[in-house]
């Protein structure tokens, strides 16, 4: 199939019904409303569903039900919407139902701004629900990752009965780049025999449920639910390394902020330095055992954040402190520019070329 | 060969429909791009500017700090961008609507008074075109062709019909700095 | 033997945790006959609340879904957008619907989902232990409103099927009560014809059934009843309030 330019939140849409998604619940809120936008025309056109809900509350809980009654579905947002959308995220995941749901994020806390950050790595990765659960967090660094993970998001929610969630950013979500659509990726949903579709007289109910009153019972699900954690930790981590074995410094950044790092990169190898990047595709499960094979002499580990250091955190889990860890961040809907990540690096690997 | 451009004016001028045309037109000639528009508030009524990146090799940061070309559509922009501009690279100046001279010596600076051309040609809307035109004839980024063919992606089938006045509007813009060049020559 | 009465098929066998005099397990029982007798059941998917009826998935014999509080219609909607052929209903008590979860009634109504609700009002939070609900009557005692309810401070009960009545998307809206066997007779037929209405996609309904909390309100199951007639009826009046047009 042949090069499309796409905006990113129009293709994480077009992304979707090529991967066979007909319901979209959402809610408008800047920088993502290119996705209900684009869900809303498109969407009737392959005989699907978008409902522009009251509130991402509603939303999010017509994800529930649709999801209970077998539909592969995606709900969008932003950070505070995000934030709103919690209390549903944490039912689907006890109740284990698989959907899609997108965040692109902006600067915050509070209303914030509308411009690209990646303070939600906490509420994506910690469970901003009640609740132990996890989602499955993929983080895509272009927009043709952007496509190719919702796209796997789909499939993998159906595969473990989870709610996946694809952390984008303002910038991803606005910014156009070529995609192309690759048809190895399209899989139909498989059957769902759990799903509320009517008993026909056939069967006993399908109940689609979290509740457990009895302690043992919900201690019973628990240990079901983090048994399927271990084994997306053990089967479903995924990662880009860059000349990590032989570098003074690593760099450690995801999304969009590690393209930003892939130019300062450049230019510091230009310049004689031996850097690499650890960037995870995956942020659940986190790709903790690449750290591993870094370079025992080396310097440190530069994270590269929009935020304050929120995946800082996994990166000191990783190398259980071997390696000394520094960060830059930027906040508030700052971007970090190649040069200044470049400057923080120079100051850390001091003359050491 | 890297392009880092930056396009910037009031919203409403096209600053990004001419960013995407180029994006477009270098993703057709099989180059890495990339196209990142300033969003929000500003883009009504305020400066709005987007950034594009044309490339051989993938698109790092699609944040165009240090630009080999910026092309400017309202004064605003021009104390906003100016500074931007790596020594050698490209400055556009609509005139039009910017009454100064750029203060930067260490550049290549190209005047035109996008609107009035516009206005002459009886489409004040192609104000955008006229400048579009100038770059292309400077820097041959990519082909006349490419932009051709990426006007009816970005604009859509319906606008064909417009296809010509665009032309005749990049026509212009190229033929001024053509005369420009040849000045400074 | 001819068998002259027999229990629905719609209710499950497993015995529910309401309270003795509790009208929930009428209401439950009106609706699963309707279900039956509608030739719906087997398509049906049900939405539990929480609230005292949390466990209705339990009881009621057909797919069921438990939702947040206050959510069960947005909920609905999303099962009735996959599987518009089913018949999808909430079964919500006072809290649920007239408080945490106005949103959700008031624009699943005003989008017209074709779905049917069964809202139950006995103007107090059973589930929680008798706390003040948004249906509480002035100068009801309960234990956030221990003085009884003030209307200066605490407002005036909230009349849900007036208000959705005023919405276009609405089709169908009663009240009807469970205390008195009249009543129950009335109460079925308004709950069968807002069934008939999601059947015929006429859009949104809605059955308010004023019910008792004996346990709460401190009362004997008969006096419950006698309460609910002497006090909750003349400001919560019975009687249909939307149905859509007859076709002439």
């Known amino acids: 199939m042949s090069k499309v330019l796409m905006k990113g939140n129009e293709a994480v849409g077009a992304a979707a019904i090529a991967a066979g998604c007909r319901y979209f619940f959402g809610y408008p809120i800047t920088p993502q409303s290119e996705v209900p936008e684009y869900l809303s025309r498109e969407l009737p056109k392959v005989g699907g569903v978008f409902v522009q809900a009251e509130s991402e509350v509603a939303a999010i809980n017509m994800v529930y039900g649709a999801a209970g009654a077998g539909g592969r579905v995606l709900t969008s947002s932003s950070s505070p919407g995000i934030a709103l959308k919690q209390e549903g995220i944490s039912y689907l995941a006890g109740a284990e139902l698989p959907c899609v749901i997108v965040d692109m994020m902006r600067g915050g806390p509070g209303l914030g701004s509308i411009q690209p950050s990646q303070t939600d790595y906490f509420l994506a990765t910690r469970g901003g629900g009640n609740g132990d659960y996890r989602l499955l967090v993929l983080a895509p660094s272009d927009v043709q990752e952007l496509v190719d993970l919702i796209m796997l998001g789909f499939d993998l929610a159906d595969e473990y009965r989870n709610p996946v969630m694809v952390l984008g950013d303002g910038m991803i979500g606005q910014m156009m780049e070529p995609v192309e659509f690759k048809e190895d990726l399209k899989r139909e949903a498989p059957e769902k025999p759990w799903a509320t579709t009517g008993t026909k007289g056939a069967r006993k109910p399908n109940i689609i449920n979290s509740l457990y009153l009895e302690a043992e019972l919900l201690e019973e699900h628990n240990h079901h639910l983090q048994a399927k954690y271990e084994k997306m930790r053990e089967k479903e981590v995924r990662v880009e390394t860059y000349n990590i074995e032989d570098a003074d410094l690593v760099f450690a950044a995801y999304g969009t902020t590690a393209r930003i790092v892939k130019t300062a990169i450049a230019k510091l190898e230009e310049e004689g330095y031996k850097v690499g990047l650890i960037r995870p595709i995956t942020l659940f499960p986190y790709p903790y055992d690449a750290f591993k094979n870094i370079n025992p002499n080396c310097k440190g580990i530069l994270t590269v954040e929009m935020n304050a250091g929120q995946m800082l955190d996994d990166v000191k889990i990783a190398v259980e402190g071997k390696i000394p860890t520094h960060f830059y961040g930027r906040t508030g809907g700052m971007v970090p520019g190649p040069a200044e990540i470049a400057d923080k690096a120079r100051e850390i690997l001091g003359g050491g070329r | 060969m890297e392009e880092r451009i930056i396009i910037a004016g009031f919203g409403g001028q096209g600053v990004m429909a001419i960013g995407q045309m180029l994006t477009y037109a270098g993703m057709i000639e099989g180059r890495k791009v990339s196209w990142l528009p300033s969003y929000g508030p500003e883009m009504r009524g305020g400066t709005a500017n987007c950034n594009v990146i044309i490339s051989d090799k993938p698109v790092g940061s699609p944040l165009v700090e240090e630009a080999t070309s910026v092309i400017i559509l309202n004064k605003p922009s021009l104390d906003k961008f100016e500074g931007n501009v790596v020594k050698g690279g490209n400055l556009f100046i609509n005139t039009s609507l910017i009454d100064r001279k750029s203060t930067r010596d260490d550049i290549n600076v190209y005047y035109i008074p996008a609107n009035d051309i516009a206005t002459e040609l009886g489409n004040p809307k192609v104000t955008n075109m006229v400048m579009l035109g100038a770059y292309l004839e400077v820097t041959k980024v990519v082909s006349l062709e490419s932009i051709y063919e990426a006007y009816g992606k970005v604009f859509g089938e319906s606008k064909l019909h417009l296809l010509p006045i665009n032309k005749e509007a990049m026509e212009r813009g190229a033929k001024l700095v053509r005369e420009q060049i040849k000045v400074n020559a | ?248």
């Open chain 3, 1 to 248: 033997m001819a068998v002259i009465f027999q229990k629905t098929r719609g209710l499950t066998d497993v015995p529910t945790h309401y309270c003795p005099g509790c009208t929930h397990g009428i209401i439950h029982r009106l609706v699963a006959e309707c279900l039956e007798e509608l030739g719906v059941l087997d398509d049906a998917i049900g939405v539990a609340p929480v609230g005292c009826s949390v466990m209705a998935y339990k009881y009621f014999n057909c797919d069921m879904h438990e939702a947040a509080h206050g959510r069960a219609p947005a909920v609905a909607t999303g099962i009735k957008r996959v599987r518009p052929d089913n018949f999808v209903f909430t079964y919500q008590g006072d809290g649920d619907l007239a408080s945490i979860g106005t949103a959700e009634i008031v624009h699943a109504a005003h989008r017209g989902e074709k779905i049917s609700t069964i809202f139950v009002n006995n103007a107090i939070y059973g589930m929680t232990g008798g706390q003040m609900a948004p249906t509480t009557l002035v100068g009801q005692k309960t234990t956030t409103s221990p003085y009884g309810r003030d209307k200066e401070t605490q407002g005036s009960p909230i009349r849900m099927s007036e208000l959705l009545a005023t919405i276009e998307g609405a089709a169908f809206v009663e009240r009807v009560a469970v205390d008195t066997p009249a009543n129950i007779r009335k109460a079925k037929k308004a709950i069968k014809e807002c069934f008939q209405v999601q059947i015929d996609r006429k859009g949104f309904g809605i059955v308010e059934v004023l019910s008792t909390c004996p346990t709460n309100w401190g009362l004997t199951p008969p006096e419950a009843l006698k309460w609910l007639e002497k006090n909750m009826m003349p400001y919560y009046p019975l009687g249909n309030f939307k149905r859509p047009e007859e076709v002439k």
